[in-house]
């Protein structure tokens, strides 16, 4: 240390420049750098990230999600091992990270579960059915209404569109006007 020098200022040598960021959660104040934001999941750190930590997805990655779903018709038995979930991981740009390969594990699990919740709220709801196939097997039915998912400017609405808009029908002027389906 050469007189004058600080400790601070011989400490910042031995820090990587990163540029500084300050971020404000709930009025908490959390300093940290532009390297752990890029490596951040959702405003995680891999560090941070754990079985019992839910990922707060953002509605573009959850209409990336349901798009791929939608594409791939997955049932609920998704898990972290499916053969096209590296395509997901990529188009969510979550790739190409210095992270450990626990953290890419359990953020494919997250991504499984997240589906998997995704599409049981969906057979609840009467979007999805599940039948079964010849040979006693559960099978996931895809209504075509879902292929309107896979256009780029697909809005993320997830529900059926209506079967029947309802207008009134033309009877004579002053009659009490019923309502038909329009055609």
């Given at each position: 240390?050469?007189?004058?020098?600080?400790?601070?200022?011989?400490?910042?040598?031995?820090?990587?420049?990163?540029?500084?960021?300050?971020?404000?959660v709930r009025d908490i104040i959390?300093?940290?750098?532009?390297?752990?934001?890029?490596?951040?999941?959702?405003?995680?750190?891999?560090?941070?990230?754990?079985?019992?930590?839910?990922?707060?997805?953002?509605?573009?990655?959850?209409?990336?999600?349901?798009?791929?779903?939608?594409?791939?018709?997955?049932?609920?038995?998704?898990?972290?091992?499916?053969?096209?979930?590296?395509?997901?991981?990529?188009?969510?740009?979550?790739?190409?990270?210095?992270?450990?390969?626990?953290?890419?594990?359990?953020?494919?699990?997250?991504?499984?579960?997240?589906?998997?919740?995704?599409?049981?709220?969906?057979?609840?709801?009467?979007?999805?059915?599940?039948?079964?196939?010849?040979?006693?097997?559960?099978?996931?039915?895809?209504?075509?209404?879902?292929?309107?998912?896979?256009?780029?400017?697909?809005?993320?609405?997830?529900?059926?569109?209506?079967?029947a808009v309802m207008r009134p029908?033309?009877?004579?002027?002053?009659?009490?006007?019923?309502?038909?389906?329009?055609?």
């Amino acid at each position: 240390m050469t007189l004058g020098e600080s400790n601070q200022t011989r400490n910042r040598a031995l820090i990587p420049n990163y540029s500084s960021v300050t971020l404000h959660v709930r009025d908490i104040i959390i300093s940290t750098t532009d390297h752990d934001l890029l490596q951040s999941i959702e405003g995680i750190t891999p560090n941070g990230l754990h079985s019992e930590v839910r990922i707060p997805w953002s509605a573009p990655r959850y209409i990336e999600m349901y798009r791929w779903a939608a594409k791939y018709q997955i049932d609920r038995t998704i898990t972290r091992h499916h053969p096209r979930l590296p395509e997901l991981l990529h188009t969510l740009k979550l790739v190409d990270h210095d992270w450990p390969i626990a953290t890419d594990s359990l953020i494919r699990s997250k991504i499984a579960h997240a589906l998997h919740n995704f599409i049981t709220s969906s057979k609840v709801k009467g979007y999805l059915m599940e039948m079964k196939d010849e040979n006693g097997r559960k099978t996931l039915l895809w209504p075509d209404w879902t292929k309107e998912w896979l256009s780029e400017d697909w809005d993320g609405v997830i529900r059926p569109p209506p079967k029947a808009v309802m207008r009134p029908s033309g009877i004579r002027q002053g009659a009490t006007r019923a309502l038909t389906p329009e055609t």
